[in-house]
């Protein structure tokens, strides 16, 4: 059963904008952090590129800063991704994140973002 539910990926020329978006299933309870991540293509790790905490305090990767905004919305358990002045640099494949207080962690199934030159 899929947890993480994301959307909003596509094929973009630079310059461009989209907006992920991710929801958490309703079952998934005391929500602490939510993030996206990117695996960057032929590359298996995945690396932090944008972080809210529950006191919605936000960090950012430094090759994003300026121009990706992350957003929560606690009621209806989603986390957002505003991608502004997207650089091929930005292409990959990029994934939700959840974690719990209870200790549990949560990963989207990744959805491909492409910026074109």
């Known amino acids: 059963q899929v947890q993480l539910v994301e959307s909003g990926g596509g094929l973009v020329q630079t310059g461009g904008s989209l907006r992920l978006s991710c929801a958490a299933s309703a079952s998934i309870s005391r929500i602490n952090d939510m993030a996206w991540y990117r695996q960057a293509p032929g590359k298996q790790q995945r690396d932090l590129v944008a972080?809210?905490?529950?006191?919605?305090?936000?960090d950012y990767a430094d090759s994003v800063k300026g121009r990706f905004t992350i957003s929560r919305d606690n009621a209806k358990n989603t986390v957002s991704l505003q991608m502004n002045s997207l650089k091929p640099e930005d292409t990959g494949v990029y994934y939700c994140y959840v974690s719990t207080t209870h200790g549990n962690r949560y990963w989207g199934q990744g959805t491909q973002v492409t910026v074109s030159s």
């Open positions: 972080v809210i905490t529950s006191g919605s305090s936000t």
